[in-house]
């Protein structure tokens, strides 16, 4: 055999060889609001080399468990950096519905800190290294949906949100040309906990000039994506899908 082209075989084998055997990496940050700990859960494919998106994660209203943390080593496995944010503090991670709902409200009823505490976890997101600064997004579910899109309101730095049967409803509407990110929402049609909002939040949206998609999962409930009652497999798959596809227009 040409030694050229055994030497081509090889080096190609051996790409195959690490990339079938790289792993997802995965650790826990620690950083602060002030005196407040927060920790943080980062993912990444060291296969990857260069600079590339970053995705930032929102938790729901349980706080940072496992579920958010496999959205984010899945975001990693599609060759993004993902940090999953820690808006309740460390060790804070309710455990029935009446603990999580006080949790939820401390933050819904104070947006700048909302605000404040998405945005600490955006800055841990573009502190890594390998993340393109210029090349950043935004996902959140439920709680973590509502977050997004004040992260949005804000007026952040961010190419786009995706709101997954997140909240819709603000106390501090955006203004017209505040918001820079786009906007994806993906809404449950039979999510009895958020349908009154949609025509408020649309209007909003309209009068801001963002620019939104709205899709409508036919059927599917409030927490469609996650294991449990409300799962619905098909609005689960198809707004990862449409996840990917709004990834791929916006941090190209």
């Given at each position: 055999?040409?030694?050229?082209?055994?030497?081509?075989?090889?080096?190609?084998?051996?790409?195959?060889?690490?990339?079938?055997?790289?792993?997802?990496?995965?650790?826990?940050v620690?950083?602060?609001d002030?005196?407040?700990?927060?920790?943080?859960?980062?993912?990444?494919d060291?296969?990857?080399?260069?600079?590339?998106?970053?995705?930032?994660?929102?938790?729901?209203?349980?706080?940072?468990?496992?579920?958010?943390?496999?959205?984010?080593?899945?975001?990693?496995?599609?060759?993004?950096?993902?940090?999953?944010?820690?808006?309740?503090?460390?060790?804070?991670?309710?455990?029935?519905?009446?603990?999580?709902?006080?949790?939820?409200?401390?933050?819904?009823?104070?947006?700048?800190l909302?605000?404040?505490?998405v945005?600490?976890?955006?800055?841990?997101?573009?502190?890594n290294?390998?993340?393109?600064?210029?090349?950043?997004a935004?996902?959140?579910?439920?709680?973590?949906?509502?977050?997004?899109?004040e992260?949005?309101?804000?007026?952040?730095?961010?190419?786009?949100?995706?709101?997954?049967?997140?909240?819709?409803?603000?106390?501090?509407?955006?203004?017209p040309?505040?918001?820079?990110?786009?906007?994806?929402?993906?809404?449950?049609?039979?999510?009895?906990?958020?349908?009154?909002?949609?025509?408020?939040?649309?209007?909003?949206?309209?009068?801001?000039?963002?620019?939104?998609?709205?899709?409508?999962?036919?059927?599917?409930?409030?927490?469609?994506?996650?294991?449990?009652?409300?799962?619905?497999?098909?609005?689960?798959?198809?707004?990862?899908?449409?996840?990917?596809?709004?990834?791929?227009?916006?941090?190209?």
């Amino acid at each position: 055999m040409n030694l050229r082209i055994f030497s081509l075989l090889f080096l190609s084998l051996a790409s195959f060889t690490v990339s079938a055997f790289a792993k997802v990496k995965t650790e826990l940050v620690t950083y602060k609001d002030g005196s407040a700990e927060l920790e943080g859960f980062l993912a990444y494919d060291d296969s990857v080399k260069g600079p590339r998106p970053g995705v930032l994660v929102i938790h729901d209203w349980t706080g940072l468990q496992d579920y958010t943390k496999s959205r984010v080593t899945q975001l990693a496995e599609l060759g993004y950096i993902a940090f999953a944010a820690d808006i309740c503090g460390k060790g804070v991670r309710p455990t029935d519905t009446k603990e999580c709902a006080v949790q939820a409200g401390t933050y819904k009823n104070d947006l700048p800190l909302l605000r404040r505490r998405v945005l600490l976890g955006l800055d841990q997101l573009k502190k890594n290294a390998s993340v393109d600064p210029a090349r950043l997004a935004a996902i959140g579910y439920c709680f973590g949906g509502t977050s997004v899109l004040e992260l949005a309101r804000s007026g952040a730095d961010v190419r786009g949100v995706v709101s997954f049967h997140g909240g819709l409803s603000t106390t501090l509407p955006a203004k017209p040309g505040e918001i820079k990110a786009r906007i994806l929402v993906c809404h449950g049609g039979a999510d009895s906990h958020v349908n009154a909002e949609v025509p408020a939040f649309k209007a909003e949206m309209e009068k801001a000039q963002a620019k939104m998609e709205f899709i409508t999962h036919e059927g599917a409930q409030h927490g469609f994506t996650k294991p449990g009652p409300a799962y619905q497999e098909k609005a689960d798959k198809d707004s990862w899908a449409a996840m990917k596809k709004f990834f791929a227009e916006i941090l190209k």
